[in-house]
């Protein structure tokens, strides 16, 4: 086994809902995606993105079926307003979708930089499962931006 082999935390399968308003004229895509979680809608990410091919791709998994839950956490590393670098837990939250697609939903770091990337995964997912939202649980982080 690898042993820089990031542990990805997995839950479910849940159902899966998802509404979406597709923009031609914009070229833009806003999709909000829940899970059922104890029979309650647990909100994971209100997110917009460019209309191209992949929003096919992406709807063809939401609408496939249940599914996991997947939260993986990572170090991220990002300069503080003094210019030192200071680097934080974050998470990266996603769902592997009935249909095998694995979709990455939303990004977020937390807030104390002494939490190891592996302990903070293990909290987010805990909190999502009781009905927290990523939004909730830490600062979003754009990776387009990065």
Request: charge should be negative.
């Amino acid at each position: 086994m690898d042993s820089s082999a990031i542990p990805v935390f997995l839950a479910g399968p849940f159902p899966v809902l998802h509404a979406a308003r597709v923009d031609r004229a914009e070229g833009e895509v806003e999709l909000d995606v829940a899970l059922i979680i104890g029979g309650l809608p647990t909100m994971l990410a209100a997110t917009a993105f460019p209309l191209d091919e992949t929003w096919e791709r992406v709807e063809v998994a939401l609408k496939s079926g249940d599914a996991r839950l997947g939260v993986a956490g990572m170090p991220y590393e990002e300069e503080s307003v003094v210019g030192t670098k200071e680097v934080f837990p974050s998470a990266y939250v996603g769902l592997e979708c009935a249909n095998g697609e694995r979709l990455v939903l939303a990004h977020i770091r937390g807030d104390n930089p002494g939490q190891q990337p592996e302990a903070y995964a293990r909290d987010v997912i805990t909190a999502i499962l009781q009905g927290q939202t990523p939004a909730e649980l830490g600062v979003p982080v754009y990776d387009d931006d990065a």
